[in-house]
């Protein structure tokens, strides 16, 4: 159980270009998820808090006219990168938390997004 | 304020060694929640343990193991026998009652060679 996929796994966009990742909590209900993003050989940077059914949380520094969040059910959350530029490169990760354990947060295995 | 260090940047040991793995947290909170992440090379993170403050009993599954002593505010893992399979970058995190944001050490490569 507890399981989280994210697709897709690897991108390669252009410039200026919008890319969509999507994370889904295959066998549990997640009324909470979390967008992280690491850059390579460090720790995990939260970027944003997204709670089914309401807008997003982001943390600090994060812009969220960049980084569109949409929680639109129980087991699925989107982040779209719009306007990528090649800074926004980077391994996103989402977790989901389910609702109905003990707030422990499932990791999926993560979208490496490379924009040239 | 919250924090979680992990002073180890890397370690190699050779298989069957023992290892621990240093896990230091700040947090002004009697309610929290420890956790341990491993992150192998193909970047999935996979949830080992989650321990909360009020549980302070060691605990022990397979070859790990976690000692949680509140007054060092210490939460380390030691893998016993270790194998070339638990080579992964490891991460200790640390969330409070009140906050779904977990808080992640700068993590630990281990590095187990045969």
């Known amino acids: 159980g507890a399981v989280v996929s994210q697709h897709p796994s690897w991108v390669i966009c252009k410039s200026g270009t919008s890319v969509k990742i999507e994370c889904r909590s295959l066998?549990?209900?997640?009324?909470?998820m979390f967008w992280y993003r690491q850059f390579p050989k460090q720790s995990l940077m939260l970027m944003a808090t997204s709670n089914e059914g309401s807008k997003a949380t982001y943390e600090q520094g994060v812009e969220k006219d960049k980084f569109l969040i949409n929680h639109a059910s129980l087991t699925l959350s989107t982040l779209t990168v719009t306007s990528a530029h090649p800074e926004d490169s980077s391994f996103y990760i989402c977790s989901a938390r389910n609702s109905g354990g003990a707030d422990t947060q499932y990791f999926g295995p993560g979208t490496r997004l490379t924009v040239l | 304020a919250q924090k979680v260090t992990q002073a180890q940047t890397e370690i190699s040991v050779v298989e069957k060694e023992d290892v621990t793995l240093d896990c230091v947290y700040e947090?002004?909170?009697?309610?929290?929640?420890l956790f341990w992440y491993k992150q192998p090379p193909s970047g999935e993170l996979v949830f080992l343990i989650r321990?909360?403050?009020?549980?302070?009993q060691n605990e022990i599954s397979g070859r790990y193991s976690w000692n949680f002593q509140k007054s060092t505010s210490s939460f380390n893992f030691t893998i016993t026998a270790s194998q070339v399979v638990d080579s992964a970058v490891y991460f200790c995190?640390?969330?409070?009652?009140?906050?779904?944001?977990?808080?992640f050490g700068t993590g630990t490569r281990l590095q187990v060679f045969p």
């Open positions: 321990r909360n403050s009020f549980d302070e």
């Open positions: 066998d549990f209900q997640a009324t909470t």
């Open positions: 995190a640390l969330s409070e009652e009140n906050t779904d944001k977990l808080i």
């Open positions: 947090t002004r909170d009697t309610t929290y929640y």
